[in-house]
């Protein structure tokens, strides 16, 4: 819910929500693995919030928990996916909202790097985000790569979210669609027919 609330634009929702589950008897029974998600959704929250020295200081403990994780721990399949790729992810979607845009590149590109097939609709939305941050910084020509990318890994997903990610790309290429010929132009159309499919 609080991950929800970030998503609806109500952070101070959102950092209620997290902080509520924080508190509760089962996050101190919680395993590593699940206290990391609770961590990184409370720092994503602060961040929307901008409350950026305690959305840090989750993140790092966030990072510290699922550390201590361990493969062979008792752990509920409801956290059976949350691993380095996704706390790379959240972490990222963090520090952009941080607006520290450089350093949220370096984890989406982790995450990318991480990440393992099984999840494509995750993964092309990873790269999504990828390429607004790298476009957010001037690097236009990187971040197209990296939308082509993305919209290579979207076929046959059918997802919101995904589409949500192309209608933000192609808002990111909207002053490039006139230039006949360009690389951004191109993606554009190409990102415009995606619509129809996903």
Avoid at 6 to 28: C, H, I, N, T
């Amino acid at each position: 819910m609080a991950h929800q609330a970030v998503d609806l634009g109500k952070p101070q929702e959102a950092v209620r929500l997290a902080e509520a589950s924080l508190s509760s008897r089962r996050y101190a029974q919680a395993c590593w693995r699940e206290r990391s998600l609770l961590g990184v959704v409370h720092a994503r929250g602060l961040a929307a919030a901008g409350e950026k020295k305690a959305a840090v200081a989750a993140l790092l403990r966030a990072e510290r928990d699922l550390s201590r994780a361990d493969a062979d721990d008792d752990e509920p399949n409801r956290v059976f996916f949350f691993a380095e790729a996704s706390l790379a992810h959240e972490t990222a979607a963090t520090l952009r909202d941080l607006g520290e845009l450089p350093e949220a590149e370096k984890q989406f590109i982790r995450s990318v790097r991480t990440r393992r097939a099984q999840f494509a609709r995750t993964h092309s939305v990873t790269l999504g985000y990828l390429g607004a941050v790298q476009a957010q910084q001037g690097h236009l020509d990187r971040a197209c790569d990296t939308w082509s990318q993305a919209l290579d890994a979207m076929t046959g997903v059918q997802s919101g979210r995904a589409r949500e990610t192309v209608v933000q790309m192609r808002r990111a290429l909207s002053p490039f669609r006139n230039r006949a010929g360009s690389h951004a132009a191109e993606l554009d159309a190409r990102a415009r027919a995606m619509l129809g499919s996903i």
